[in-house]
């Protein structure tokens, strides 16, 4: 039996009975003869209740102060899970990021890990203790700073160590059974996925799942570690995360659909710069400016410039929450850069299908932009990569929209089977 | 103008308003041309708060565990003062005891200072910044492990702090206006002490006043840091703890009354070990056992043995917190020590009168017993020492005792003038 890392969110560890349902259930772990390494999150709704203490005594809460802050929350989290565990008679041992040798770099509220030296964890091992990690935190290589990794952070912390610890795998505990086909609250006829590569499942969480972190995916994917989501209120399997079977490696890859799921988000807004010169640098100058403000953007569309005007017209898509300061960054340059106006849109969603070889199979396509009309869904912007198509709607289509896509594409749970496209049919 | 270390309590921080009152006032310090260190409590009832979280989900929370989670408390406290200090326009870093460089024993929950090495602080303070740093916390010198000081921990912190640093003066800012020569909340006519010598502090402070703890007088003597406690809810000037002025050097040593103050303490309790055979070594073998047991003791007392039996009765006052664990150390070693029995009181109370030259004038003396009987209250045990004597009463004679001693010596607030005993007369 080799090592595990287990992460548990918030939601799990929200209350006393959950620290203590979740130390039963590593107790078991440990009893089934594994190392166990856990990643904690701060309890339910400390991060929010630090967050608001911050706006009470300063409107902008800065960057090193901030993660000094918030990093209290997995400290209370895991000092607690430590000591339930001891109460069952197991050893257990807590450790900050600092001293679980999570190493950023010096970003403030969104750290990278630049490395992983995790001794101290191994020593805890090695004395047959269990090993409880703060999640979202790290210490900066340079400054020796307190540091956050920013949203998904404890997930990457988690496969960032089972990477580090060379772990068989990296269980991740939410409150949901596992990566579903659709958001369950809004397609009622969404099923469980049991197993996903990780490029499908990077698209997913690029276009909107909530379930895994964008971050923790790559870092998985990039060290070959599996994943495997699932809830901590049940014993059943969840999600795996891992390779795609070799073809004829068995059955399971084989029955696998093509198409992995419909992922919707809300979060963000569109920003269209309107009359943009048709030359080169053009594009540069304004996704320079975004970067210089740390801007994160998703989907990027130009469509050829007006032959008349040689002027063009560029979109993106942003988190609603950077909208304000990447308007501000681009009027500020508005003369150096050189185009007519910008506007500001949140009121968007962004409905994406993800699934292996789209691209070479036409009828895919073609399904979704029918599913999407027969729905009466208005598309705004089209953006495709190899696993991925991605349209912009209006809010208030959402719903039907990804209700619609599911069900063309055969995944509701009541289809006889999904609708396959390509070699892989049966 | 010199480093000055300022220590605000939880009660001072209590909230968002109290966090940013204390930012304003650390910055007119600043202002005023200090350099300015401070040292920050958990905010109000956090620590309580964990405790009882701790107390959830396990009965007997181990040492290591139990320092990582309390000590969240003043880090959130702290990243919200250097936010709030930031926000008024000024610099500000918070650091954590360990980033502080407060150097411990690895004794969880209650360990001691054995080095302070602040170089991070200096630095801070070198850029124009006020360093805010956690109080109450260290970092074990050998395991690495994060610890606490347990009680008063915050306030030995500025204090070490400001040994270290060679602050010019070391402000304990808390809800009240300084050192009352009574609980004011027992005795109404309690007046306020302006200056006070270390000695007599640290009588009070071991007899039960809770303004100052024992350890940070005794640290501040050790390192002759003046200590100023004052009100953070308003500008008075509080109760001033340093080392007596020579002899003429000007008028306010002269017009100090002999008499500090009167404390008492229902935080104790007795336990009598009865029967032990009057020879050498055998108190040894009693406290030895206490004292492994990790136990602090406060009054002891002993008695001539009755010539008849050769047998005497040992008695001791201990922090009721700690009875239960003294009886059970005693009883176990009871063959080895050889006495007949135990008894256990916790229905005590400790009544003190702190004054210097006390035992170079028998009236104190007398004084202090005539006002007790007079009050009606039955004294247990007796114990004095150069500056002090405190008897252990039952726990309801406490507030008739502490009145009539407070009046007797002429400490309340509308006599003409204290009594005073000895040469200094006037």
């Known amino acids: 039996m080799g090592l595990v890392v287990q992460k548990y969110g918030g939601s799990s560890v929200a209350d006393a009975e959950g620290i203590k349902r979740v130390a039963k259930r590593i107790v078991e772990a440990k009893k089934n003869g594994h190392q166990v390494v856990v990643v904690v999150s701060a309890m339910g709704d400390t991060t929010d209740e630090l967050i608001d203490l911050a706006e009470q005594v300063s409107p902008i809460p ?49 750290a990278r890990i630049i490395d992983v030296t995790p001794g101290r964890i191994r020593d805890a091992l090695e004395l047959g203790a269990v090993a409880i990690v703060a999640g979202f935190q790290g210490v900066s290589q340079k400054s020796k700073d307190i540091t956050t990794l920013g949203r ?12 580090a610890l060379d772990a068989e795998v990296c269980e991740i505990y939410t409150d949901v059974d596992g990566v579903f086909t659709a958001d369950p609250r809004v397609v009622k006829k969404a099923r469980k996925i049991n197993e996903i590569p990780y490029e499908d499942m990077l698209e997913l969480a690029a276009s909107g799942s909530k379930v895994l972190h964008l971050r923790c995916v790559e870092y998985a994917r990039r060290y070959n570690i599996p994943i495997h989501v699932r809830s901590s209120f049940s014993g059943h399997q969840g999600t795996w995360v891992r390779n795609r079977p070799e073809a004829g490696e068995g059955e399971e890859g084989m029955e696998q659909a093509i198409i992995s799921g419909v992922a919707h988000d809300t979060s963000e807004a569109k920003v269209t710069v309107v009359g943009v010169p048709d030359k080169p640098g053009e594009a540069a100058a304004i996704f320079r400016t975004i970067s210089d403000a740390e801007i994160n ?7 050829v410039s007006a032959a008349s005007t040689g002027l063009t017209d560029i979109s993106f898509t942003l988190p609603k929450t950077d909208g304000h300061r990447a308007m501000e960054a681009l009027t500020k340059s508005k003369s150096l850069i050189g185009f007519d106006s910008l506007r500001y849109d949140d009121q968007i969603a962004k409905i994406s299908l993800i699934g292996a070889g789209m691209r070479t199979n036409p009828g895919v396509t073609a399904t979704f932009f029918e599913a999407l009309s027969n729905a009466g869904v208005n598309i705004e912007l089209i953006s495709t990569s190899e ?40």
Chains 1, 2 share one sequence.
């Open 62 to 110: 800065t960057g090193r102060e901030f993660d000094m802050l918030l990093t209290a929350g997995e400290r209370i989290s895991m000092a607690l899970l430590a000591m339930a565990i001891k109460n069952l008679g197991h050893e257990a041992l807590s450790f900050t990021g600092s001293q679980a040798g999570v190493i950023t770099d010096a970003v403030h509220n969104k």
């Open 152 to 163: 998904g952070g404890s997930d990457t912390t988690a496969v960032a160590l089972a990477a």
């Open 297 to 303: 953007i998703d989907m990027v569309v130009q469509n």
């Open 387 to 426: 696993i991925r198509i991605s349209v912009v709607t209006r809010a208030d289509d959402v719903k039907d929209a990804v209700v619609a896509v599911h069900s063309a594409f055969g995944l509701d749970s009541d289809s006889d089977e999904a609708v396959v496209y390509g070699g892989t049919g049966r």
